[in-house]
């Protein structure tokens, strides 16, 4: 659902899950013995993020592992803060060496809707913020953050031909909300129906302008030395949906 912290408290660390075992790949995956038929499916949606997020952002995979976690060894599954995070939330964290997406056995029921779309989507936007993450960003709006692996993973919908239009359908209308509210904090609740709403104003991005504002955007971000605020993220996408990228951002009220 997101990055883990920014703070590292201790060094980095291995990888290391009693009993995993390693299938390897572009990204290596962890997972237990009795979880291998969810693994294989883990794996195959991997494969596909990678090979189609390294062509469309022209970049090596990024040195990252993805551990499927029991949810019996949830709690000691690596994480940055001392808390585990909520049971069925996927992550992606610094904490251990190489980076982890953090994988949970089911995923919580607050990802809505339930459709052939929900998991797929989830591992390709934790996938996005380890392709994301393998140079150093600089802080920006947490909106801006999220929009990226979203359009990174509704990118990749598209390129498998994984049905997108009934999830989308099922999203809904979300009258009042807008993409830049997001702040990144509140309730598992609030930061889902943001992170659907970032996900539905992507897909339309996507199909008005074409995949190549994301890349714009994340060689954008890996050559940014300043932090990034409100105003400068605003002109950063806008500059990215070319030509007409700052008259369509105003006339989109979800924005």
Do not use: C
Not at 124 to 132: N, P, R, S, T
Not at 159 to 175: A, K, V
């Amino acid at each position: 659902m997101g990055r883990g912290g920014n703070s590292v408290a201790t060094p980095p660390r291995s990888v290391i899950l009693p009993g995993y075992r390693l299938r390897e790949g572009d990204v290596p995956l962890l997972d237990p013995p009795h979880l291998a038929n969810r693994a294989r499916e883990v794996q195959h949606y991997l494969t596909q993020g990678t090979d189609v997020l390294s062509e469309v952002l022209a970049v090596e995979p990024p040195d990252a592992t993805a551990m499927l976690v029991a949810n019996e060894d949830w709690k000691i599954a690596p994480r940055e803060s001392e808390r585990p995070y909520p049971t069925g939330l996927p992550y992606f964290t610094r904490s251990v060496t190489p980076p982890a997406l953090v994988l949970p056995e089911e995923l919580s029921p607050i990802f809505q809707p339930r459709t052939q779309a929900t998991l797929p989507l989830a591992i390709w936007h934790e996938l996005a913020h380890a392709f994301l993450l393998q140079h150093e960003v600089v802080k920006t709006p947490a909106w801006l953050g999220e929009l990226l692996p979203q359009a990174a993973a509704v990118i990749v919908a598209r390129r498998t031909g994984l049905p997108m239009s009934d999830h989308l359908q099922q999203i809904g209308e979300m009258p009042g909300l807008t993409v830049r509210d997001f702040e990144g904090r509140g309730g598992a609740d609030s930061q889902m129906l943001h992170q659907n709403l970032l996900l539905r104003f992507a897909a339309v991005a996507l199909e008005e302008f074409g995949e190549g504002f994301l890349s714009e955007l994340f060689h954008t971000l890996w050559n940014e030395d300043e932090i990034v605020d409100e105003r400068r993220a605003e002109k950063l996408l806008a500059a990215a949906l070319r030509p007409r990228g700052a008259e369509w951002l105003k006339s989109r009220p979800e924005f």
